[in-house]
């Protein structure tokens, strides 16, 4: 029984401090944009895109007749 007396306090504790990161983290914006950070990892533009037509023979050499 004299074990609840310090569980219940701190257990409200906790939820206090709970309850107030969850509110910083609305205030920051933390929930504001959810959905653009998902996707940056599916269209990944880290990889060059392929060179034109024009940029693989740069130096004037066809070799396309061989």
Do not use: C, R
């Amino acid at each position: 029984m004299s074990m609840l007396y310090v569980l219940i306090p701190l257990a409200v504790i906790l939820l206090a401090v709970a309850v107030w990161a969850l509110l910083w983290a609305i205030k920051s914006g933390q929930f504001d944009d959810l959905e653009s950070h998902g996707w940056s990892v599916v269209l990944d533009d880290d990889q060059k895109p392929p060179p034109m037509d024009d940029d693989e023979n740069s130096d004037g050499s066809n070799t396309d007749d061989q």
